[in-house]
């Protein structure tokens, strides 16, 4: 597979992920603002923004604000539409390899948000984000070959949904009391269900940082996604024909040792804690991202002609 087109999707999964979580953090967040009336709308938005990597929009204090930068600002991949309009994009770039019912559903989904009346109401648009999301995943599902294309795409999902989980767990942790409670974020990740069955009706903050963080089962806590990433660099190191090593292998080092962090930590030190080792998981995945990129997709060396 040419690089180009590996990169593609992988940016695919990761733009996809990042449009579907960062459309539940706002949400969550702004649920909380409408159910909660005392809660102070500046010290919440200012929370999110920071979570979100905006710590220098010190300017951002209302929802309408953080609405503006995280859900409708294209011009950015870190918000929602923009997100949308990246992975679009990279599909493009990718028609040789991504089936028609792919590029299908994300360039409907796209046009679809980019409509002018999606403003109207954020909670809807919001919600159906997330449904097309779904969608596009399971069309992936059903109508690609599990080869190398289906782990880059499932590689850079994995990757984003770690770091995601991550930022919507430092969010909540960042905004101390004046932030949703640990079981409106389970529930937000359609976990809350899942996560009553495991814990057998024993409902407290700690289980529930405990669950979304460490559970194994169910495929959106933070635990599944780093064990998801390190089964894709496998099957990827596999298909390549080479034992990776050196940078190759820096990756899977790093992903490796952030779930064994999170895996063999006291779970009373983690849940006290809990925001720095957050913000390990969004620096490990940072650091996994670009050895990815230098193990995978290398850039050419550009040729330059010189009088001899």
Wanted: glycine share 6%.
């Amino acid at each position: 597979m040419l690089s180009r087109i590996a990169e593609s999707l992988y940016w695919i999964g990761r733009y996809v992920e990042r449009a579907e979580d960062t459309s539940r953090i706002l949400d969550v967040h702004l649920n909380l603002l409408v159910e909660d009336p005392w809660a102070p709308e500046d010290v919440v938005c200012a929370s999110l923004m920071s979570a979100m990597g905006h710590e220098g929009d010190t300017l951002v204090d209302t929802s309408a604000g953080v609405l503006e930068h995280l859900a409708w600002e294209r011009s950015t991949p870190g918000s929602v539409l923009g997100a949308l309009a990246a992975a679009r994009e990279n599909a493009r770039r990718s028609r040789e390899v991504v089936s028609t019912e792919l590029w299908e559903s994300i360039n409907v989904t796209f046009l679809e948000a980019s409509r002018p009346g999606r403003r109207a109401d954020p909670h809807e648009f919001l919600h159906w984000v997330r449904e097309r999301v779904a969608a596009f995943n399971g069309v992936a599902d059903a109508t690609l070959s599990r080869d190398e294309a289906w782990n880059f795409l499932l590689l850079g999902r994995s990757v984003e949904r770690a770091d995601m989980t991550a930022r919507l767990v430092a969010a909540r942790a960042l905004a101390g009391d004046a932030g949703p409670s640990w079981v409106t974020l389970l529930q937000s990740c359609g976990a809350y269900q899942a996560f009553l069955r495991s814990a057998k009706g024993a409902v407290d903050d700690r289980r529930s940082v405990e669950f979304l963080l460490l559970d194994p089962l169910f495929p959106r806590t933070l635990m599944s996604a780093l064990v998801m990433a390190e089964n894709c660099l496998d099957e990827l190191a596999v298909q390549h024909g080479v034992a990776e090593r050196g940078r190759g292998s820096e990756a899977h080092r790093v992903l490796g040792m952030i779930r064994s962090e999170l895996e063999f930590a006291p779970t009373a030190e983690l849940f006290d804690d809990v925001y720095h080792v957050m913000e390990r998981v969004q620096s490990a995945c940072s650091v996994a991202s670009d050895a990815v990129a230098r193990r995978y997709f290398p850039r050419g060396v550009v040729t330059a002609w010189k009088a001899s």
